[in-house]
């Protein structure tokens, strides 16, 4: 079937997306580290982390 073979095909070249990096200079809220690629848009009104803080923050309880 045309549909079949298009999904398959479709889900072989990846699962996911492919992450569009957003570029630009910022430091952890957390360690203070520079940070000049986010894999989402930064939120202003947010604190961003780097990768390792996130890591360290999703083990941990998710709170708002
Ligand atoms: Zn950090």
Excluded: H
């Excluded at 070249?13 to 569009?20: A, C, D, I, V, W």
């Amino acid at each position: 079937m045309a549909f079949n073979s298009f999904n398959r095909d479709s889900r072989s070249r990846g699962n996911f997306p492919p992450r569009q990096m957003v570029k630009g200079s910022w430091n952890c809220a957390d360690c203070g580290v520079e940070i000049t690629e986010l894999p989402f848009e930064p939120a202003q009104d947010r604190p961003i982390y780097c990768r390792e803080c996130w890591s360290k923050k999703r083990d941990k309880r998710f709170e708002r």
